[in-house]
Antibody, heavy 119, light 108 residues
Framework: EVQLVESGGGLVKPGGSLRLSCAAS????????MNWVRRAPGKGLEWVSG????????FYADSVKGRFTVSRDNARNSLHLQISTLRADDTATYYC????????????WGQGTQVTVSS | SFELTQAPSVSVSPGQTASITCSGD??????ACWYQQRPGQSPVLVIY???KRPSGIPERFSGSNSGNTATLTISGTQATDEADYFC???????????FGGGTKLIVL
């Protein structure tokens, strides 16, 4: 069974940083592209970032480019998102998502980790 | 930039057919997929590559995509289908994944 388990969320002040992690199991992590998607309160889904299986290709939404950094460790079956210079509008649930077809669709989602940016 | 537009809400009576649309410039030239998100739960893929259903998704969920509009159709709608539905497509010019704003399906 595919499992994606996010961690690292929390309450942080504006301008602060967090490192989100996703532990993957139940599939061959190293052959899949992975993504981060977020949903802010009262808003819809927003794609944040994607990384190819070998990390050769990395993409970011304009809203996070320059502030967020995605990485992966295929030896440890883990995906990470370093989020910095946080703003109130970064408050959201962040989901780790497996990419079935590179690009898309997203066939497996984690349970999400909550990030709250507030002073 | 490429955008996808959905109606904020759609209402349907139990047992009837619900149609949720997603519009975008030349969307029919791309693959569209659909996600269901119930309150407090993670999104679930219900349609991919315009018309395909993942394993475990009931046959009453179907999709189409032509011209500028993709459509998710739910036949024999049940109370458990009440959820937010999001369309998605990949914008090859930017390599971004794009989501529609979401449609809240109300079953009443």
């Amino acid at each position: 069974e595919v499992q994606l388990v996010e961690s690292g969320g929390g309450l942080v002040k504006p301008g602060g940083s967090l490192r989100l992690s996703c532990a993957a199991s139940g599939f061959s992590f190293s052959i899949y592209s992975m993504n981060w998607v977020r949903r802010a309160p009262g808003k819809g889904l927003e794609w944040v970032s994607g990384i190819s299986s070998s990390s050769a290709y990395i993409f970011y939404a304009d809203s996070v480019k320059g502030r967020f950094t995605v990485s992966r460790d295929n030896a440890r079956n883990s995906l990470h998102l370093q989020i910095s210079t946080l703003r109130a509008d970064d408050t959201a649930t962040y989901y780790c998502v497996r990419d079935l077809g590179s690009p898309g669709p997203f066939d497996n989602w984690g349970q999400g980790t909550q990030v709250t940016v507030s002073s | 930039s490429f955008e996808l537009t959905q109606a904020p809400s759609v209402s349907v009576s139990p047992g009837q057919t619900a149609s949720i649309t997603c519009s975008g410039d030349k969307l029919g030239d791309k693959y569209a997929c659909w996600y269901q998100q119930r309150p407090g739960q993670s999104p679930v893929l219900v349609i991919y590559q315009n018309t395909k259903r993942p394993s475990g998704i009931p046959e009453r969920f179907s999709g189409s995509n032509s011209g500028n509009t993709a459509t998710l159709t739910i036949s024999g709608t049940q109370a458990t289908d009440e959820a937010d539905y999001f369309c998605q497509a990949w914008d090859s010019s930017t390599a971004w994944q794009v989501f529609g704003g979401g449609t809240k399906l109300i079953v009443l």
